[in-house]
């Protein structure tokens, strides 16, 4: 996904407050995260992403049922880094998000690359992983 969509729909494998990470399009768990997700985690169907995988989207709504799909305009997107891959996920809400939701990306994103790192390194997954930041549109 080369150029950011004004709109996208997404499908949701974490919901808002899990700390379980899906891959619904392999129907496993990917790894169990050590801090509650504050948003709605999902991926972008029929696209593919620069890492071979669907792009990742952010959903900053209530809490949405694991599987539910749901549309929102892109309203930025997380700069992100996944094992020397470019792996930025799409910011979507129906408003712009608050200060307090970015520092809740900020602090989340900086905790899971961390997290990130170390799973790559067990499953010997080589190249940098690190969190860039958040643009907002």
């Known amino acids: 996904m080369s150029e950011l969509p004004q709109r996208c729909q997404v499908i949701i494998e974490v919901p808002r407050g899990s700390f379980v990470k899906r891959e619904l399009t392999l129907d496993r768990v990917e790894f169990v995260s050590p801090v509650p997700c504050p948003f709605n985690y999902g991926y972008v169907p029929g696209e593919i992403g620069e890492d071979g995988d669907p792009p990742d989207a952010l959903e900053l709504g209530?809490?949405?049922?694991?599987?539910?799909?749901?549309?929102r305009?892109?309203?930025?997107?997380?700069?992100?880094?996944?094992?020397?891959a470019r792996d930025d996920k799409l910011l979507l809400s129906a408003s712009a998000p608050s200060r307090r939701q970015r520092a809740l990306i900020r602090g989340f994103f900086s905790v899971y690359a961390v997290a990130r790192r170390q799973l790559n390194r067990m499953q010997g997954i080589p190249g940098e992983t690190r969190f860039e930041g958040v643009e907002i549109l």
């Open 62 to 71: 209530p809490r949405l049922k694991l599987g539910q799909q749901v549309e």
């Open 73 to 84: 305009p892109v309203v930025g997107v997380v700069r992100f880094l996944d094992g020397g």
